[in-house]
């Protein structure tokens, strides 16, 4: 099962730009890994589309896409032809892959409980650890709370940098200031008790 914090777990899956993806050839880079159910299906092409416009600002930040189902290359490469999809599409049909990432099995359908792919996504960082995970997705907004995920990264990494701290430095020696004319009005205070 999927974890944040612990190394996502490695794999080699037939990609539907030709050869095989493995985790591994990303190594250095974060990885969005999405899991969906069936290429050519409305929501699924409404999240293939968002991911796709999506990638530009992704790759600024040195971010791959990533799209996972159980359809063949064939329909793979017939769906990223149709929509224009800029991203590899890696075909798990035995599902391996996808039950490890918890992307397959029981799941809920208008009321039915059925086992499949359950839409979800995987953010893993650069060191190859898990940094977000989407157990249950929607596809409306969802691409753009990825990419806001993969901004928070890049702010995480850029805060051990002090500005905030030098802001307020100003504020500290403000107060020693605004301390010596209490003191100032304690002098003749204590000259009176003598």
Same mark, same amino acid.
């Given at each position: 099962?999927?974890?944040?914090?612990?190394?996502?777990?490695?794999?080699?899956?037939?990609?539907?730009?030709?050869?095989?993806?493995?985790?591994?050839?990303?190594?250095?880079?974060?990885?969005?890994?999405?899991? &969906?159910?069936?290429?050519?299906?409305?929501?699924?092409?409404?999240?293939?589309?968002?991911?796709?416009?999506?990638?530009?600002?992704?790759?600024?930040?040195?971010?791959?896409?990533?799209?996972?189902?159980?359809?063949?290359?064939?329909?793979?490469?017939?769906?990223?032809?149709?929509?224009?999809?800029?991203?590899?599409?890696?075909?798990?049909?035995?599902?391996?892959?996808?039950?490890? &990432?918890?992307?397959?099995?029981?799941?809920?359908?208008?009321?039915?409980?059925?086992?499949?792919?359950?839409?979800?996504?995987?953010?893993?960082?650069?060191?190859?650890?898990?940094?977000?995970?989407?157990?249950?997705?929607?596809?409306?907004?969802?691409?753009?709370?990825?990419?806001?995920?993969?901004?928070?990264?890049?702010?995480?990494?850029?805060?051990?940098?002090?500005?905030?701290?030098?802001?307020?430095?100003?504020?500290?020696?403000?107060?020693?200031?605004?301390?010596?004319?209490?003191?100032?009005?304690?002098?003749?205070?204590?000259?009176?008790?003598?």
């Amino acid at each position: 099962m999927i974890e944040v914090g612990k190394k996502a777990p490695a794999f080699a899956l037939e990609s539907s730009d030709g050869g095989t993806v493995r985790l591994a050839d990303h190594a250095g880079k974060r990885v969005v890994l999405y899991f &969906y159910p069936r290429d050519n299906t409305p929501g699924c092409t409404i999240e293939a589309q968002d991911f796709r416009d999506t990638l530009p600002e992704l790759a600024k930040r040195d971010t791959v896409v990533l799209g996972v189902s159980g359809d063949s290359i064939a329909s793979h490469c017939k769906f990223r032809d149709k929509f224009s999809l800029t991203f590899p599409l890696l075909t798990d049909p035995d599902t391996k892959m996808m039950t490890t &990432y918890g992307a397959y099995g029981d799941k809920v359908l208008y009321g039915k409980k059925t086992r499949g792919i359950i839409r979800s996504t995987v953010l893993i960082d650069t060191d190859g650890t898990v940094a977000r995970h989407w157990p249950k997705v929607s596809v409306k907004g969802h691409a753009a709370a990825v990419l806001d995920a993969v901004k928070a990264l890049d702010t995480d990494e850029a805060a051990p940098v002090p500005a905030a701290k030098t802001k307020k430095k100003p504020a500290a020696k403000k107060k020693p200031a605004a301390a010596k004319k209490p003191a100032a009005k304690k002098k003749p205070a204590a000259k009176k008790k003598r």
